[in-house]
């Protein structure tokens, strides 16, 4: 056989996979799949999580519990002598976490200070600049002329914000940043230390809680406006039903009838972190990781991301351009009241842009 016929020949399938050889309809068009996934294990993954909430409610902890693994800055012991910042520092963390051949990039985002403070007005704007200076960095790196291949995204995909387990209601400081920072990110707010709440107590505070939300009008995550259809209607109405998530982490390992499990050790028994009966920490694990990572991205890059975008892209026609000799190339024209960019198609959201603006 000469070497050219060689080349020609069909490539085995891979294991595991049944060979189509005898079916003459096979057209094949099923392996972009195995293709997509190829690529995406070459690639790997990013994932940008903010914690949000103030001192004490095991932000660091839930962080380390939800990736098994200290990806969450160390937490430290109380310490008297030790000031509280005066102001919110923002801290990101990265780490790199593999499982099973997968590759994840992981961003922690830490927000110390948040709520700490007796005056505590105005103390989203650190953390709403902080979201806008990621998609504004990334704005600059898409228009660049020489563009990387990859563009960084250190965008921030979801922010979890801590609810105090007060047993009562919202604080004003809890509806003024969920009001205003849905607008411009995915949030997920939790109850933080479930266990310090009975059963009735959490269910009760629960309930106070999505009322309290759809009172303000503060949509968080999953956004019922952005179900794709009917399937997806149906699964991410069971998560509303349960949001806020009650929540207990637990980095330390103990006995439970002889398995090894992640929980808190009491006098009455201990509390496994990932038994549903104990708390809500399985179906939040499950949400960001293992149900709706990939959408959660997704709605940060066509709907948050973008919604910055097009407000900055309509500045730079109305003023000065985004940087010297590059506006020129991204004007936005308006078609039918619509948004065109360099004659790609119309994009719907720029009438929501005066509704969800990611100003401060």
Same mark, same amino acid.
């Given at each position: ?38 690529? #995406? ?7 940008? *999580? ?25 937490? #430290?012991?109380?310490? +008297? ?14 780490? =790199? ?20 403070? @007796? ?7 650190? *953390? ?22 990859? @563009? ?10 801590? @609810? ?9 400081? =809890? %509806?003024?940043?969920? !009001?205003?920072?849905?607008?411009? %990110? ?10 310090? /709440?009975?059963?009735? &107590? ?6 106070? *809680?999505?009322?309290? /939300? !759809?009172?303000?009008?503060? =949509? ?30 637990? =980095? ?20 496994? %972190? ?15 990781? !293992? ?7 997704? @709605? ?12 900055? /892209?309509? &500045?730079?026609? #109305? ?26 198609? +119309?994009?719907?959201? #720029? ?7 990611? &100003?401060?």
């Amino acid at each position: 056989m000469t070497d050219s016929a060689k080349l020609h020949q069909p490539h085995p399938p891979p294991k595991g996979e049944r060979s189509h050889a005898g079916d003459f309809s096979y057209v094949g068009i099923d392996a972009i799949l195995e293709q997509m996934r190829r690529k #995406a294990m070459k690639q790997g993954f990013e994932l940008n *999580i903010m914690v949000v909430g103030q001192s004490g409610l095991g932000k660091s902890t839930l962080m380390n519990t939800l990736f098994k693994s200290k990806v969450s800055r160390k937490s #430290a012991q109380p310490n +008297p002598e030790e000031k509280i910042p005066q102001t919110i520092e923002i801290k990101s963390i990265s780490h =790199d976490i593999e499982e099973k051949g997968v590759r994840m990039k992981l961003a922690v985002i830490d927000t110390p200070g948040f709520g700490d403070q @007796i005056n505590n007005e105005n103390c989203w704007q650190p *953390i709403m600049k902080f979201i806008n200076d990621q998609y504004e960095a990334y704005l600059q790196e898409e228009i660049n002329i020489d563009r990387k291949k990859r @563009i960084p995204d250190s965008r921030v995909h979801c922010c979890i914000y801590f @609810i105090p387990p007060t047993g009562h209601c919202l604080r004003p400081l =809890d %509806v003024e940043f969920m !009001r205003r920072l849905s607008k411009v %990110v995915n949030i997920v707010p939790v109850i933080a230390k479930a266990d310090t /709440l009975t059963l009735e &107590e959490r269910d009760d505070f629960k309930q106070t *809680i999505r009322e309290e /939300l !759809r009172a303000n009008g503060i =949509d968080v995550y999953p956004q019922k406006e952005f179900d794709e259809d009917a399937e997806d209607r149906l699964i991410n109405d069971k998560i509303r039903e349960m949001i806020p998530f009650a929540v207990v982490g637990s =980095d330390q390992e103990y006995q439970v009838n002889g398995k090894k499990l992640l929980g808190r050790k009491t006098k009455w028994g201990t509390i496994e %972190v990932e038994n549903i009966a104990h708390c809500e920490f399985a179906y939040l694990r499950d949400l960001l990781i !293992r149900t709706h990572m990939q959408n959660i991205k997704d @709605i940060t890059g066509s709907i948050h991301y973008e919604m910055y975008r097009v407000r900055r /892209l309509n &500045e730079s026609n #109305a003023g000065p351009g985004l940087a010297p000799g590059q506006a020129p190339t991204l004007v936005p024209a308006h078609t039918n009241g619509q948004t065109k960019v360099n004659g790609g198609p +119309p994009n719907g959201m #720029a009438a929501q842009c005066e509704v969800l603006t990611h &100003e401060m």
